[in-house]
């Protein structure tokens, strides 16, 4: 087939029809087409989504809003996942200025204000934005990152923890991200990998699919040719999440 939309990672119209879903949330009842491009092998979303079916990203289910006799055991999983996603950054870098695109309740940046990193984050769902300002200390804002008024050269680590998959224009936000960052900034960018066993056992049922939300769905592969296209020097492709992996392959298994 000739694709109607270009690859966003190599400018080829050929693409290969790969599934064919229904929608989760407020989209259940639309079916989506996903396929994978013939020259490079992005995995993209190959039909056009309307404005109404991203409403589910100002659900408060969306945000982590929980039954209460699940809350404390909840809150003790993302406390420690959060405590990892610290983890990662610290290796690496132990101070400074850290933004978080499509920060959701700002947990994460509420666990690197308590380590003196000055926070910032974005969302585009208000809902989430509120949840994040009540932590306290971080510095917030509602909209897409590209309209924020960051200044160039502002941040030492940016990161996308399970948000750049959502993202329509993945190549023009990586290079503001680049301009956002100083010379020796670090970016980090958590994606579900399309190649996994269970996305490779479940698919429609994957747990990381999410028609219309994801728009791209990443391998180790696609994702490393994607940075290195706009600029940036691929340091290390992590495959083993406690975060993710367990939580993915259990609720596609169920």
């Known amino acids: 087939n000739t694709g109607k939309n270009i690859c966003s990672l190599c400018g080829s119209l050929d693409y ?8 989760v949330d407020t989209a259940q009842d639309r079916l989506f087409s996903v396929v994978k491009c013939k020259t490079c092998g992005l995995v993209y979303l190959n039909t056009e989504v309307a404005k109404e079916d991203l409403k589910a990203f100002d659900y408060k289910e969306f945000h982590g809003n929980t039954a209460a006799f699940l809350k404390r055991f909840q809150s003790f999983l993302v406390n420690m996942f959060m405590l990892f996603r610290v983890k ?16 959701g309740n700002g947990l994460f940046l509420k666990k690197m204000r308590e380590r003196l990193w000055d926070c910032y984050g974005t969302d585009i769902s208000q809902y989430a934005i509120d949840l994040a300002g009540k932590h306290g200390g971080i510095k917030l804002f509602c909209g897409e990152m590209e309209d924020a008024k960051f200044s160039d050269s502002q941040f030492d680590v940016i990161t996308f923890w399970q948000s750049f998959e959502h993202i329509a224009k993945p190549s023009q936000i990586l290079q503001k991200a680049r301009s956002l960052l100083n010379d020796d900034g670090i970016l980090f960018i958590s994606v579900p990998n399309i190649e996994s066993i269970e996305a490779v056992m479940s698919m429609k049922k994957w747990f990381g699919f999410e028609p219309p939300f994801h728009l791209y769905w990443y391998s180790a592969r696609t994702l490393a040719l994607l940075l290195e296209k706009n600029g940036f020097h691929v340091i290390k492709i992590g495959k083993n999440s406690i975060e993710y992996n367990f939580p993915f392959f259990m609720q596609s298994f169920f």
């Open 88 to 103: 990662k950054i610290e290796r690496m870098r132990k101070a400074g200025i850290i933004l978080d695109v499509g920060c």
């Open 16 to 23: 290969a029809f790969l599934i064919e879903a229904n929608g």
